[in-house]
């Protein structure tokens, strides 16, 4: 009877209670068998291997007009975007492919993130996501922000302004474009 009373006491206690943080941890196990990680894939490798640390830098209304104002030497494209504005993606892509073609000595790219300060998470996932090459800014808000340069800001998007200030060249257009109609645009200034 004690040896039944004993070996009893002993099961009960070798059970282990389960893990609060068991459903915390990456790869949980959902069974008693041991499950290894999913493998990355290929698309997950690739986005890993773009990414190279890529995040997006904050960058104030005065910082901007600072750029604006000592923009010369080649055509600077400032592109104003938003992660939720379709028409901006498109012409992000558009803009990235150009600029990949006219190469860093015709022209400069910066992109110029209109979203909040607290979705700077979000925005970094999207250009890695999307592979932007360009520099990357998302504009600090402030009481100033309504007349940033030559450009009066009215957060119509997307937007985009052509500015080298050597040539006297300054376009500013809120509209989407094609590829083929950026690339008839910036043609003319850089070819």
Not at 88 to 102: G, M, V
Not at 129 to 140: C, K, N, W
Request: glycine share 6%; net charge negative; aromatic share 10%.
């Amino acid at each position: 009877m004690r040896f039944l009373l004993f070996l009893l006491l002993f099961t009960a206690c070798t059970e282990t209670a389960p893990d609060p943080h068991a459903g915390a941890l990456p790869h949980a196990p959902v069974s008693k068998e041991n499950v290894a990680p999913r493998e990355l894939s290929e698309a997950d490798r690739d986005l890993i291997a773009n990414a190279k640390g890529r995040s997006v830098q904050p960058f104030t209304y005065e910082q901007l007009s600072n750029r604006l104002e000592f923009a010369g030497g080649k055509l600077h494209l400032f592109n104003f975007w938003r992660i939720d504005c379709i028409p901006c993606r498109k012409n992000i892509d558009a803009l990235e492919k150009i600029a990949a073609e006219l190469g860093e000595d015709r022209v400069k790219l910066l992109h110029i993130n209109m979203d909040e300060a607290d979705r700077t998470d979000d925005v970094n996932v999207y250009i890695r996501r999307a592979g932007m090459t360009g520099e990357i800014f998302q504009l600090q808000k402030n009481a100033a922000g309504k007349n940033v340069g030559a450009v009066t800001w009215d957060t119509e998007l997307p937007a985009l302004y052509l500015i080298d200030n050597e040539d006297d060249t300054k376009l500013y257009y809120r509209q989407e474009f094609e590829y083929e109609e950026l690339k008839a645009i910036l043609g003319s200034f850089v070819m």
